[in-house]
């Protein structure tokens, strides 16, 4: 009787230990997922914006008013192609100060072309190479112009574009 007791006791024991074990076990394969899907999200440290205007105040007249009239320079667009004519595309701004004018950008020959896809769970972009022949119309591009600023231009070169696949 008393061997009964005691076999009886351990295997309580050894059935609380397995348990407790398999729950451990259980919650670490939990915690371990939720770590790496939020570890493929950038985390964005901002920068207090009265930091940002300590730091502007502390630069000279000069260098405030090239930092204002850089700012005001545009460089590249986003929009949607209209229509396709050779390497010509003519694109309608959809964003920005620029929405709903419409630039012909001339897509040199040495080009480099991506193609951006965002991952839907985690929001991190890949592009990969594409080609020009490729592109079609209502396609959502971001161009970059070849000129220092084209807020005043109708039409740029571009060495440099990204389809964009939402």
């Known amino acids: 009787m008393f061997k009964k007791i005691i076999s009886k006791k351990i295997i309580i024991i050894a059935s609380a230990i397995i348990l407790g074990l398999l729950l451990f076990v259980i919650g670490l394969g939990i915690w371990v997922k939720s770590k790496k899907i939020s570890s493929k999200i950038p985390k964005i440290v901002p920068v207090a914006q009265e930091e940002q205007d300590r730091i502007y105040r502390n630069l000279s007249p000069e260098a405030q008013e090239k930092m204002k009239q850089e700012a005001k320079k545009i460089r590249s667009i986003t929009g949607k192609i209209q229509s396709i004519e050779a390497r010509v595309l003519v694109v309608k701004v959809d964003i920005g100060d620029l929405k709903d004018k419409v630039f012909r950008i001339n897509v040199l020959a040495n080009a480099k072309i991506g193609k951006t896809e965002i991952d839907k769970i985690?929001?991190?972009?890949?592009?990969?190479?594409?080609?020009?022949?490729?592109?079609?119309?209502?396609?959502?591009?971001?161009?970059?112009?070849?000129?220092?600023n084209v807020r005043f231009e109708n039409q740029f070169d571009s060495e440099y574009m990204e389809v964009i696949v939402e």
């Open 122 to 148: 985690t929001f991190v972009p890949n592009t990969v190479d594409f080609s020009f022949d490729k592109i079609k119309v209502d396609d959502k591009i971001i161009a970059w112009a070849k000129q220092d």
